[in-house]
């Protein structure tokens, strides 16, 4: 599996990072290592196998459809980089 | 109050017989933090104010007969667990200044039981990492040498242990971040099973690997910490509702007769020949106290660390996308959404985790999904049920925690894969779920070495009783940095 700049530019772009075009190289290099040594898993037979998405079995527990939160929104927004009136504030995004 | 690193149980015996107070023993933590911290780097925040009032408010418990077993003893997070009030980063640019409005629930459990924190451990940022070279705030330094790495993630609470400065902190482990720099550190690190303790309040990494962890002087130290955060929480569905068991009573149990599986692979090319040898003379010990040495196999040990790192970076994209500039963490300026997400990330967050993020994307993306991330979650059950086949023939599984002991800081920064090998041994635990610790068991050229023991899901108890014994017999447990006892 080779990783190209055009690869590494798509995959930031779904990941939402920007990267500079002076570390696009480093990332060639260093990603395609990390692919490489992923590839390793193709000589393992697991035909027979169902994917394992989790360490125990365990079904979703359910409670009983109260409310048992508080509102806590202007505490929350203490963390907020910018806010106005309860709302969070981003560039426009709509014309 | 100059004797160094007393374990919880003597603080606890202390405070139980009225010969020192809360107050004196977290005054002391705070001295040997402010002496030995600018040097060491194991400490992002120390929180002194609130570290004295909990150790008043927990001496005055004890006036009232209203005293736990851990009320009064100091002890650190690790800064991946958020504190109400207190700044809580990850050792990352992207929450720098980001104060939690609530407890995790470990956190809440234990200041409930009376313990004092006296502040919050450094870490590989967001716990990605196996040196803690990845931290925005610097790496911590080993405490046995300077020049070498504690391990990561958790190495501040690692070395905080090792130098004296608390006698226990938490950790976190996704795929060896307590065990490894415990074993590089000459501490005992714990991973409890997974759904043991709650992970509510505990910054996501991977989620279906992470688990809080306890890293001591002594597996009773351990036991006696895992009974209070151990339970079901209500606030994380995966914590288990299974009963929590007496851990202490637990300690003593003879290993006489029970029967310890050490895999052949464990000691094939990669794993230093004197650290094999301190791992050969701590399975000696167990033959001594009447314990059976059985060999058993992983054949697919080395499929570990590859599967992990599929499932482990698949996960940690998904759980970091919700850094975004918009309701926490760092915001970089910009005219549009778009750059507003992209330059607040790439800016938030360090090189490993935007490495990560990036291959956890590619792993998950159209075209790539059945290829990698369905094989290695098929790989990852093929390691579970080895493991699982293992544990029909012997309690317990034994052997080392890491290849090497703690390597010079900088030695394997250019090359992530060589960085990644340091996880070998550690993340089949995290794969299965197992609890595993990791001991001290020697010395390697004058720096510690690790036996790691592997148990069956929720068999935590087995785990810290094995390794209990293991250091009644043994005093590697006591060897400290320079030699101090």
Redesign the interface.
């Known amino acids: 599996m080779t990783i190209t700049r055009t690869?590494?530019e798509y995959?930031?772009h779904?990941?939402?990072?920007?990267?500079d075009p002076a570390e696009l190289d480093g990332?060639v290099s260093?990603?395609g290592?990390?692919?490489d040594?992923?590839d390793?898993?193709?000589?393992?037979d697991?035909d027979s196998?169902?994917?394992?998405?989790?360490?125990?079995e365990?079904a979703?527990?359910l409670?009983p459809d109260q409310v048992t939160e508080t509102d806590?929104r202007d505490?929350?927004q203490?963390?907020?980089?910018?806010t106005a009136d309860g709302l969070?504030i981003?560039?426009?995004?709509v014309e | 109050m100059s004797d160094s690193r007393l374990t919880v149980m003597e603080m606890a015996r202390r405070l139980q017989a009225g010969e020192v107070s809360s107050r004196e023993l977290t005054a002391d933590c705070l001295s040997r933090i402010q002496a030995q911290n600018p040097a060491l780097n194991a400490f992002i925040a120390v929180s002194e104010a609130e570290a004295l009032a909990a150790a008043d408010a927990a001496d005055a418990r004890r006036r009232a007969g209203d005293a736990g077993p851990l009320t009064g003893i100091p002890m650190a997070h690790k800064d991946i667990f958020c504190t109400a009030g207190v700044a809580t980063t990850c050792a990352s640019r992207m929450l720098e200044g980001f104060v939690p409005p609530y407890d995790a629930t470990v956190v809440a459990r234990l200041a409930a039981a009376g313990v004092v924190c006296v502040g919050k451990t450094n870490m590989d940022e967001f716990a990605m990492g196996s040196s803690n070279e990845t931290s925005y705030f610097g790496p911590v330094l080993n405490p046995w040498d300077h020049a070498r790495s504690p391990g990561g993630s958790s190495g501040g609470s690692a070395a905080a242990v090792a130098a004296g400065l608390v006698p226990l902190a938490t950790g976190t482990d996704t795929g060896g971040s307590v065990r490894q720099p415990a074993a590089l550190c000459g501490i005992t690190g714990f991973k409890p099973s997974y759904g043991r303790v709650s992970r509510y309040g505990m910054i996501a990494f991977a989620s279906s690997l992470d688990q809080a962890g306890l890293m001591a002087l002594t597996a009773a130290d351990i036991a006696a910490f895992l009974q209070v955060i151990a339970g079901a929480d209500e606030r994380d569905s995966t914590c288990a509702d299974t009963p929590v068991p007496d851990y202490a009573a637990a300690l003593e149990t003879a290993v006489t007769g029970k029967t310890i599986g050490v895999p052949g692979e464990y000691f094939d090319a990669g794993l230093d020949p004197d650290y094999a040898a301190a791992v050969n003379a701590a399975l000696d010990i167990y033959r001594e106290l009447g314990a059976t040495i059985k060999p058993v196999s992983l054949p697919n040990l080395a499929l570990a660390v590859p599967a992990y790192y599929v499932v482990c970076p698949a996960e940690a994209s998904s759980n970091l996308a919700r850094f975004d500039g918009v309701r926490f963490g760092h915001r970089a300026a910009a005219d549009d959404i778009e750059s507003l997400y992209k330059r607040s990330r790439s800016e938030g967050f360090g090189e490993e985790v935007q490495r990560r993020i990036m291959t956890g994307t590619y792993v998950l993306s159209a075209g790539y999904y059945d290829a990698y991330y369905l094989k290695a979650q098929r790989v990852r059950q093929l390691i579970s049920d080895d493991l699982q086949r293992c544990f029909e023939d012997v309690d317990i599984i034994a052997g080392p925690t890491t290849p090497t002991p703690a390597f010079e800081l900088g030695a394997k920064t250019s090359d992530p894969v060589q960085m990644y090998l340091n996880d070998t041994y550690t993340v089949s635990a995290n794969l299965a779920g197992l609890p595993a610790i990791s001991l001290p068991c020697g010395l390697v050229g004058g720096l510690p070495a690790g036996l790691q023991l592997i148990g069956p899901h929720m068999a935590d108890a087995t785990v810290l009783n094995f390794a209990h014994v293991y250091q009644q017999a043994t005093e590697w447990h006591l060897q400290a940095p320079g030699g101090a006892a």
Not at chain 1, 49 to 56: E, I, K, R, S, Y
């Open positions: 690869d590494i995959v930031a779904l990941a939402r990072l920007e990267i990332y260093k990603l290592r990390i692919m040594f992923i390793t898993l193709e000589q393992a697991t196998l169902q994917p394992m998405a989790h360490p125990q365990m979703q527990r409670r806590r505490e929350y203490r963390n907020a980089p910018e969070y981003v560039p426009r995004v």
